[in-house]
């Protein structure tokens, strides 16, 4: 099971950190990511983070603004967002894969949480 938590609204050029935190499973495990979801699109990645948390991968977009990390011993990922432009809201989700390692790609992730909103005001 993953949590995702901590999203809220915001003004542009703020920042907002999220976690998800997982149980049932050995976290060390999976690869985790992050996608969002705008309303009326598709879900996009926005980046990942290996099993062991040292290698991360970004989407293009959020090179530079957006860091991803993960603390095993507390079986939870991270996601610190900086500089945040309104189109960045979307509600988040985290996910975990076991296959796949820093995947850009929704259909290689076995796992998902509920989401958690993020609106940027402008």
């Known amino acids: 099971q993953l949590q995702a938590s901590g999203g809220g609204l915001v003004q542009a050029g703020g920042s907002l950190g999220l976690s998800c935190a997982a149980s049932g499973r050995t976290f060390s495990s999976y690869a985790m990511g992050w996608f969002r979801q705008a309303p009326g699109k598709g879900r996009e990645f926005v980046g990942a983070?290996?099993?062991?948390?040292?290698?991360?991968y970004n989407a293009d977009s959020e090179k530079g603004r957006f860091t991803i990390s993960r603390d095993n011993a507390k079986d939870t990922v991270y996601l610190q967002m900086n500089s945040l432009k309104p189109e960045d809201t979307a509600v988040y989700y985290c996910a975990a894969s076991r296959s796949y390692d820093s995947s850009r790609y929704a259909i290689q992730y076995d796992y998902w949480g509920q989401g958690t909103l993020v609106t940027v005001s402008s």
């Open positions: 983070i290996s099993r062991t948390g040292g290698s991360t």
